[in-house]
């Protein structure tokens, strides 16, 4: 008899416990759907601000930017963290050209970020290749003293384009250091973008210790394959490469953190988060302005409903992902100094797409709390709750207790933006944009109320 | 013993059907994302055609596309089926003007589809109003002569934008004609848009028999929201309405038609369409641009991976959906006239979004079947199979045995587009609208294959 009355209660508790869960998680989209604030913060940020490299005068307007907004929000605390980061600079506005008997061409390309410049313009033959498997199975004499292009395309059967990234993704890391090793003076490579389309794309490479640097650039998917027919009709192509980027020594500049103190367990954190450099391309607009603006938009929904938390909810806007993450590497150790305990951190860095659900790094009894509260998100058209990435800047964070949870969005479009003239903020929807935030508020606040892992 | 073989012998046969299907899917899935032809028949569709409202020249230079595209694939039959169309202009560009003792303004407005003309401008007080409802509870002497102004946005928590759409619909369909019986002169409506910008969105309006026939127009959200702020000023606001629209005799025009013959059963039809005409804004890009370059591509990727159909497969490209259904209504009159059976209709017109899978208007059985084939479109992110909205088009196809089923689409940009100036190529992405001509031409081929309600 006794257990069937507790039985009772229980459900009754657990009953009670979802509607209010379903009632509060209304009341977060409602505030963000009719008086929702990130997308004309994004629209500051993008316009006010633009693209804005870590190391570059712009990331430290972006950082005042980004105490401005949240001291706007009158938040209980506002603070920056200094971390060091590269300088890098592109220098003038790139192009490479080709000569060949039967054409010429010259194209609108990209230099990667970090590649050296050529102090005058190279020229030399070019040689195609398809993946790095390719060209290190090539005789060292078909390489030497020529520039190596990487011609390999993102897979478009991958219907998850954050795989399709990752399938080419080595071209654009490896690829100038790899070529270098067989004795190549420069390199090229396709785009990585799933779009045909006149935009070169930028993006980090890594020079490999005690390989020789050399200069390395994008050209479109369009121009690629314009190159590659080019190299058909003439494979004693030369090209003119012109590259006056430049590394200068590391800067400090700083992540923005914003908090609202936990009422019950105020020394312990959910950090919600996105990077506030960018590539210093387009305006840096799903890459990653969407995220930060929806971290901050979480504490303005959570404060403007007057949710009073638990635990102390922080938004961290992370300087330098793209060249190194540095901030994220900088906010776990500073965060492992203090002895500052994180129970969750949550990431949003795939652009401000329609949102699908929520990837979790974490341990079996998150997963299996996060899953049930999908049926909370039902209503709202989540439906994805997977184990899975969460996010670069978060990822130092990660230890055995900490659930780290990445925002799942609907990925077709994001590579035609990402890194490239095209990430602006005209490309971001307002309402899939804010619909993003909506869902990283409504999970902070389950797990603030719903924290067990300990 | 007998059992268990069967058995063994049942499941190994599942487990092969499955294993094609799943192969068969993925060369669907592989033709259209590496070869597809859908997004550049669009373009030509929206550039060299253009908009394309049903009864004018441009509508049947859209038919004339459609017949050249698809007997460019070389079907088995392409072919016109006459349809009567209204035919009704616009007129010349439309601009609504207020003058109050505080502000003047003019609005770059758009005539609801099939309204009448104001002869010479109107000038009257306007009433602005939230709801039919809200209309209907004002006393006569408060409307006569004055111009109603709906001021009805869509609910932006309803996270499925049809049905904030099929919400705030009644004031464009019901709004002049529920005006006109309280004795006003003319009609606004607030555009059925989800977006805070400068696109006024026209659609059809529906005039009720007996009911003085008022001139209608829409405002942009951003105009609809300065004129309501400039009527809290002064309500004393004088509205000038000039609209030179209007409705001249009906006209034949036609549905068009592309079919791959049936092996089997050549006789039987599963029907993939959309519609072909579009509202005379913008391009008709998303509505419906998409549906009926899907629809072709259903048949140019079967047609190409050499699959054989059982049945009869046929792209139907409606001709008049925006006002009348006539392409709809006409098809399913000439297909019960002739006695021909169909066994299934999908169509698209949500616009050419990132796919979810398909809503069914159908039986039990169909439901289970199509929610049976879920895990074979799991590679490919559709996860929504759901009894709900199929399409006008196919609509009147309805009866006991047909399965109805329509393209689900992410939705949440949608109305963004709709009936304006902003419903433009650029604003359709390659790869999701190409991702919804696969997922419909796998629909087709698992109906073709497993078709069981007979």
């Given at each position: 008899m006794k257990k069937s009355i507790l039985f009772i209660f229980l459900s009754f508790s657990i009953g009670m416990s979802a509607q209010t869960d379903s009632a509060m998680i209304a009341s977060i989209y409602q505030e963000a759907l009719v008086n929702g604030e990130c997308y004309e913060n994004l629209r500051v940020l993008c316009k006010d601000v633009g693209n804005r490299i870590a190391g570059s005068k712009n990331a430290e307007r972006a950082m005042e930017w980004g105490v401005r907004v949240m001291k706007g929000y009158a938040l209980d605390s506002v603070y920056t963290m200094p971390v060091e980061v590269p300088h890098w600079e592109r220098g003038k506005k790139e192009v490479g050209c080709y000569a060949s008997k039967?054409?010429?061409?010259?194209?609108?390309?990209?230099?990667?970020?970090?590649?050296?410049?050529?102090?005058n313009a190279i020229n030399a033959y070019v040689i195609e290749v398809k993946s790095i498997q390719q060209l290190r199975d090539l005789p060292e004499e078909k390489v030497k003293g020529k520039i190596v292009f990487f011609n390999k395309a993102m897979d478009p059967m991958l219907i998850n384009t954050g795989a399709a990234y990752g399938g080419a993704y080595d071209i654009r890391s490896d690829g100038p250091s790899e070529a270098a090793k067989k004795g190549a003076v420069g390199c090229l490579i396709r785009s990585l973008t799933l779009a045909d389309d006149k935009f070169a794309h930028t993006g980090g490479t890594q020079y490999q210790d005690g390989v020789t640097k050399i200069p390395a650039a994008a050209l479109s998917s369009v121009d690629a394959r314009l190159l590659s027919q080019a190299l058909v009709k003439d494979n004693e192509l030369l090209f003119t490469l012109h590259l006056t980027c430049k590394l200068f020594p590391r800067v400090m500049q700083g992540n923005v953190i914003g908090e609202i103190r936990g009422s019950v367990h105020p020394e312990k954190v959910i950090v919600v988060g996105?990077?506030?450099d960018s590539w210093d391309v387009g305006e840096g607009a799903h890459d990653d302005g969407t995220g930060v603006t929806q971290s901050i938009e979480v504490l303005r929904i959570l404060k403007t409903i007057g949710y009073k938390?638990?635990?102390?909810?922080?938004?961290?806007?992370f300087m330098n992902e793209e060249f190194g993450n540095d901030g994220g590497e900088t906010y776990a150790r500073v965060v492992k100094e203090m002895n500052e305990e994180h129970i969750a951190a949550i990431e949003s860095d795939g652009g401000g797409l329609t949102p699908q659900g929520f990837n979790l790094q974490g341990n079996e009894k998150q997963l299996a709390q996060l899953q049930s509260w999908a049926p909370l998100f039902e209503p709202y058209q989540l439906f994805r709750f997977k184990p899975g990435w969460s996010g670069v800047d978060i990822g130092p964070l990660k230890n055995d207790t900490i659930g780290l949870y990445g925002l799942s969005v609907d990925s077709q479009r994001y590579f035609d933006f990402h890194h490239s003239n095209n990430d602006i903020f005209e490309n971001v929807n307002k309402r899939e944009h804010t619909l993003g935030a909506a869902a990283m508020a409504?999970?902070?606040?389950?797990i603030d109320q719903h924290e067990t892992s300990k």
């Open positions: 039967k054409s010429n061409e010259c194209f609108d390309i990209v230099a990667l970020g970090g590649s050296v410049g050529t102090d996105g990077h506030l938390p638990k635990y102390t909810i922080r938004a961290v806007l409504g999970l902070v606040y389950l």
